[in-house]
């Protein structure tokens, strides 16, 4: 039986293309391992494993039984429902160390970086194992999306040189370029349910309790949502009953204007004034600046809630 390497819950590229690179690795060093993904591709990621030739990962719902890698997360609830029945080999990942525990040592490579590619790549030199083509292409894409094409407040030197390895190698040396273009297959709503676009990057935290939902659209121009954005503030309250969460964000960046519209559905609106220094006018915040839900909206939100 397989070993499985997978991301989180609504995977995003990094969560996807880690999964492939690290079980690629695993492969060369000897193991028998396949990566996963918990859910379908979303249009970027489809378009990066096209774009270098890649298969998708399969989609695995059940773990039960199985050795397991985790990538790009550890906490439970980003992981499969039966996480507990499975044996974790080890995690890699770019968050911080989320609530999962194992009952027996790990392999455990959590670096303060943007992107889990960025890990995963530095794996590879350190192993001794070159990088082929079109994994390399995948995670420089990964790192990109991660880091918002270095813009975010999350990169760093070790991302922006993992990149220059990456690109060398795949032979993509306008990043710029890439990036954009990914980020406009990205913006892309056009005929997407409203719910599916809610989800596309979205992420469950348990907050002293208190259950918070955020997701986020990475857009090149806000406008892109004018018309749509009434009926995405109505969902983000749907889910927000669904789940009988404290609250569900939803971060509309604009990459090009550095900054994020924050759609809110909360029990106590002052918990965001305080956390992001912005008090919501019907159920919106602009926020400058904020471009990463790791870095600058998680930790803020946790402190007030903690």
Request: hydrophobic share 40%.
């Amino acid at each position: 039986m397989s070993t499985l390497v997978f991301g989180h819950k609504n995977p995003d590229t990094d969560s996807v293309c880690a999964a492939i690179a690290l079980a690629d690795l695993k492969k060369k060093l000897g193991e028998n391992i396949a990566p996963a993904m918990q859910g379908a591709l979303n249009p970027e990621s489809t378009f990066v494993l096209e774009k270098f030739g890649v298969a998708a990962p399969e989609v695995v719902t059940a773990y039960a039984g199985k050795d397991v890698y985790l990538v790009d997360h550890s906490d439970l609830s980003q992981s499969p429902d039966d996480l507990g029945e499975a044996n974790i080999l080890g995690i890699v990942d770019h968050h911080k160390l989320g609530d999962v525990t194992t009952g027996q040592p790990l392999e455990c490579w959590i670096w303060p970086v943007g992107c889990t590619c960025t890990v995963v790549a530095s794996m590879y030199k350190y192993f001794g194992i070159e990088i082929p083509k079109d994994i390399a292409g995948i995670m420089l894409c990964a790192i990109l999306s991660d880091t918002v094409i270095f813009k975010s407040a999350t990169c760093t030197d070790s991302d922006k040189k993992v990149c220059a390895e990456l690109s060398e190698i795949c032979g993509e040396s306008d990043l710029d370029a890439l990036g954009i273009e990914m980020f406009k297959v990205k913006s892309a709503v056009e005929g997407t349910p409203i719910r599916e676009l809610v989800f596309r990057d979205y992420k469950d935290f348990n907050m002293n309790g208190k259950g918070v939902g955020c997701g986020q659209l990475e857009l090149v121009d806000l406008s892109i949502v004018d018309g749509i954005k009434a009926d995405l503030e109505k969902d983000i309250v749907d889910l927000k009953a669904e789940k009988g969460h404290h609250t569900v964000l939803l971060m509309l960046t604009d990459i090009m204007q550095e900054g994020t519209e924050l759609l809110v559905a909360t029990d106590d609106e002052s918990v965001i004034e305080k956390a992001f220094g912005v008090k919501p006018v019907d159920g919106k915040a602009w926020l400058p600046g904020i471009m990463s839900r790791k870095k600058q909206i998680i930790p803020f939100l946790e402190k007030e809630l903690g």
